[in-house]
């Protein structure tokens, strides 16, 4: 217990620490917390025991995103780091894992929401531009794709599709 509250210390030191720019902060907060979401995402997948892209695609995000921070942290080059980590996650992983976790019925879009705020906050530039314009672009294929194609998902009892907005606002707040 010790070793791991004195790993945490040494994180927060290091790449949370006031002194560290902001930018560099959000990243790697994004980062840390998009890890995170991966390793408890695979762990439900597998104790729900869905279908095996389902459960292996969290699991290879995680290992993709532990990678790219030991190799961003290690070199410091913040902006390449959260470029290769947001391009990676957010056109190819999360749309992957947009068909096997249920599609418009399932809780992708959301990701993909987040995708944008991340780019949004992390990115400079006419590389947040091109990240945010291709996700558009993707994402709204990916949509109207899904409406009109029948793909093996998983289906969570709602679609997000045909959803109002105060049912949607009911969903996470419960009865009124």
Known sequence: MERILSFLKYLRASLFSPKIPLEKRITYSMVVCAMLGELLGFLESYILKLSTPAILLPLISFFLLVAFSFWG??????????????????????????????????????YFMMTILCTALVLRGKTRIAIFILSIIEYSVLFVSSLYTTFAAIYFGFNLSSISLPELVNLFEGPV
């Not at 959260?82 to 190819?92: E, K, P, T």
């Not at 992983?93 to 879009?109: D, Q, S």
Request: no cysteine; glycine share 14%; aromatic share 16%.
């Open 73 to 110: 942290f290690r070199t410091k080059k913040t902006r390449l780091f959260a470029f290769i980590s947001l391009s990676s996650m957010g056109l190819i992983i999360f749309p992957l894992m947009f068909f096997v976790n249920g599609g418009l019925h399932g809780g992708m879009p959301l």
